[in-house]
């Protein structure tokens, strides 16, 4: 196809590292696809960390209306989405506007899911579009219940009624802001706001996998046009002969570069090292992260733990780093995709956000998932009793997971009577997602039907 008559789509991320990576990664399968993609980041995150991307994705910017230092600039959760939403419909426009004069005009837009107001810009301009969501099909659903009341809140009984959420049962297994009332309520209405306008989107894009949660996409199918097209993570490391795909290419943090990871790695047995981490986000508590630190040590077992911010580091028990020597290896942040590929990574001890969750269950290494908030705990629900490939966490009644659970939980995954069953089932869920990227797979048909309806509206006119 000649450049012109190639369709244009505007791609929009949430400004997170978890909603960056996945729709980074649609990017690339557009433009494997023959499609002319532009990835459209805020002013903050272009200026402030170099994205490794190839020069086929085309970057421009949208505003949050904090251009400087971004969320840390507002003055909270309220004043961040209002003003996302404002300076972010009004500079969307402004992006549209401009490359109209160009020969080069959008034909398209896919935005996250949690940019909803997207839709109506695009179609203000009279551009067809859909959201990419970036969390599991069961929240989304959970979600798309509460916004059109099929869910009454609160929830009375499990198992709830809802014809593909029956295996939920009790609130421990829902999103934090369903199961804990009240908290967070500025991101409770962002998450239902993503199913306002669903049933207007010319396609719903999720990141999962038809197979991981084939009842809860039926029962979404019902409702509005999804189309399933994950794992969305480097394939590389599903497949060998995507060379071109070996990481996500944009990191919003800088790693340490002294830490010798891989190679550090390359010096331990297979499987016996547990990799520990929580996401971009997660803040833990100063008790929290001293149950941790006792817990590891207590299993004998290497680790490799990305401990993020110096806040956190500042709570690990005095002379922790020499008491377990080259067991334990920490990092602020690493290469996830390239470690949990590793063969000597046993376990992954994760907060289940949903990146990280897919990233697992891609590469068939079991988990053990310790939730925090948000999507976390429904995750956590699905690697344990969904898929069968790990164990939750119980957390005490201070809301601490103690040393002992810590360090039994581990040893369940690394050695337990089902650490065989939990890692023969990882690797059939990895079976799984590498079919569905494959040719006639669920994800690759739906990817293909995606770019067909791209090409069919013939949007290059
Ligand atoms: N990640 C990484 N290096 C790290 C920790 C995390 O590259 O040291 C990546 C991870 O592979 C995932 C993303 O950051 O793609 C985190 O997304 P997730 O949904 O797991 O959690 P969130 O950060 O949104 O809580
Ligand atoms: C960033 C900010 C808020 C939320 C999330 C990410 C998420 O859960 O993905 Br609610």
């Known amino acids: 196809m000649a450049a012109a008559h190639r369709p244009h789509v505007l791609v929009v991320p949430y400004p997170s590292q ?3 990576n996945p729709l980074l990664q649609l990017c690339k399968r557009l433009v ?32 949050d209306g ?13 004043d961040y989405l209002a ?9 969307l426009a402004d992006l549209i506007q401009r490359h109209q004069h160009s020969s080069n005009p959008v034909h398209c837009v896919i935005y996250d899911s949690f940019l909803s107001w ?5 179609n203000k301009f009279g551009l067809p579009g859909g959201p990419f969501f970036t969390q599991a099909s069961t929240c989304n659903y959970i979600y798309y219940c509460i916004h059109h009341g099929l869910l009454k809140l609160p929830i009375p009984s499990f198992p709830v009624s809802v014809q593909g959420l029956q295996f939920l049962s009790s609130h421990r297994d829902m999103p934090s802001f369903v199961g804990v009332p009240g908290s967070y309520p500025a991101y409770f209405r962002l998450v239902l706001s993503q199913l306002s306008n669903v049933h207007q989107a010319n396609f719903v894009l999720v990141n999962s996998v038809y197979e991981f949660e084939q009842q809860v996409v039926d029962s979404m199918s019902k409702v509005c046009p999804v189309l399933t ?23 919003l943090f800088e790693p340490d570069s002294s830490a010798p990871i891989i190679q550090w790695l390359d010096t331990k047995p297979a499987q016996s090292v547990v990799y520990v981490a929580f996401g971009s986000m997660a803040n833990l508590s100063a008790s929290q992260m001293e149950e941790l630190a006792l817990g590891l040590k207590a299993t004998t077992f290497n680790f490799l733990w990305v401990v993020r911010t110096s806040k956190e580091r500042a709570t690990l028990p005095p002379k922790f780093a020499e008491e377990i020597g080259d067991r334990g290896l920490i990092l602020n942040w690493g290469p996830q995709m390239e470690i949990l590929s590793h063969g000597a990574v046993g376990c992954f001890f994760t907060h289940g956000g949903w990146n990280s969750t897919v990233e697992a269950l891609s590469l068939g290494v079991p988990m053990v998932g310790m939730p925090q908030w948000t999507d976390q705990p429904t995750d956590a629900k699905l690697i344990e009793d969904m898929w069968k490939v790990g164990v939750r966490v119980k957390v005490d009644e201070n809301g601490i997971v103690g040393r002992n659970e810590v360090e039994n939980c581990i040893r369940e995954v690394m050695e337990g009577e089902t650490s065989s069953q939990l890692r023969h089932n990882a690797k059939k869920w990895r079976n799984v997602a590498l079919q569905a990227i494959t040719e006639g797979g669920s994800s690759h048909t739906n990817i293909c039907q995606l770019v067909s309806k791209l090409l069919d509206n013939n949007f290059t006119k």
């Open 18 to 20: 978890g909603h960056i």
């Open 32 to 63: 494997s696809h023959g499609l002319t993609v532009t990835f459209a980041t805020t002013l903050f995150i272009l200026n402030t960390f170099t994205p490794k991307l190839p020069p086929s994705i085309h970057l421009d910017t949208i505003s």
């Open 66 to 78: 904090f251009d400087t230092a971004g969320y840390e600039e507002s003055s909270g959760v309220d």
């Open 83 to 91: 003003r996302l939403q404002t300076a972010g419909s009004n500079t």
């Open 118 to 122: 997207a839709l109506d810009v695009a």
């Open 229 to 251: 097209i994950g794992p969305t993570v480097p394939l590389f490391y599903l497949d060998k002969s995507f060379e071109e795909d070996k990481e996500y290419g944009y990191d």
